[in-house]
Nanobody, 123 residues
Framework: QVQLVESGGGLVQAGGSLRLSCAAS????????VGWFRQGPGKEREFVSAISYSGADTHYADFVKGRFTISRDNDKNTVYLQMIRLEPEDTAVYYC????????????????WGQGTQVTVSS
């Protein structure tokens, strides 16, 4: 079992920045890939970014490339999502998930999820 807790969300103006954190407890965190998804108002949950066990491999949705950076610190059992140049379209609840095999972008391959953190970007 892996427990995930997201933090760092909030209200920010367009063009601003936030850093989300996904803190893990339970089983060995470094055994899991970790991904970020988001769900905007009235929208389906969508893939944002993911990172491999060691952090050597990362993957991003096209709409965040160049603006978001994912990283992890396995000593702290934490994955981060640094977000810059935020846009109103980035408004969503952001979730982190953990998985061991499957497709980076397939939420159904993720075994564990956090409760989410709200990000609101005002125009």
């Amino acid at each position: 079992q892996v427990q995930l807790v997201e933090s760092g969300g909030g209200l920010v103006q367009a063009g601003g920045s936030l850093r989300l954190s996904c803190a893990a407890s339970g089983r060995t965190f470094s055994d899991y890939f970790v991904g970020w998804f988001r769900q905007g108002p009235g929208k389906e949950r969508e893939f944002v970014s993911a990172i491999s066990y060691s952090g050597a491999d990362t993957h991003y949705a096209d709409f965040v490339k160049g603006r978001f950076t994912i990283s992890r610190d396995n000593d702290k059992n934490t994955v981060y999502l640094q977000m810059i140049r935020l846009e109103p379209e980035d408004t969503a609840v952001y979730y982190c998930g953990a998985w061991q095999s499957g497709n980076w972008e397939n939420q159904y391959d993720y075994r564990y999820w956090g409760q989410g953190t709200q990000v609101t970007v005002s125009s």
